[in-house]
């Protein structure tokens, strides 16, 4: 069981950047890959950016590369998104996910990030 805690969310506006925060409840070492989602009202859910635990491979939605960063603290137990530039079209709730090895999945509570002005 992976506990996966956010922090981070907020109301910015267009243009303005937010930092959101993943932290495990397991060493990132046991965990395979690590992701943000984000799912819109009306919209289903999608990949945001999702990094490697082992070798920090990265890859990144279309609609973020260039304005999003994601990254992680092994020694922290802790993953990051680094939002920058923000449009209106990133308002969702963003999530955190990991997957362990052996495929199992766990997603965080959820973060609310509005862009508005």
């Known amino acids: 069981q992976v506990q996966l805690d956010e922090s981070g969310g907020g109301l910015v506006q267009p243009g303005g950047s937010l930092g959101l925060s993943c932290a495990a409840s397991?060493?990132?070492?046991?965990?395979?890959?690590m992701g943000w989602h984000r799912q819109a009202p009306g919209q289903e859910r999608e990949l945001v950016a999702e990094?490697?635990?082992?070798?920090?491979?990265?890859n990144y939605a279309d609609s973020v590369k260039g304005r999003f960063t994601i990254s992680r603290d092994k020694a922290k137990n802790t993953m990051y998104l680094q939002m920058n530039n923000l449009k209106p079209e990133d308002t969702a709730v963003y999530y955190c996910?990991?997957?362990?090895?052996?495929?199992?999945?766990?997603w965080g509570q959820g973060t609310q990030v509005t862009v508005s002005s």
């Open positions: 397991e060493r990132i070492s046991s965990i395979y890959v």
């Open positions: 996910r990991a997957t362990i090895y052996g495929g199992i999945t766990y």
């Open positions: 990094v490697w635990t082992t070798n920090s491979n990265t």
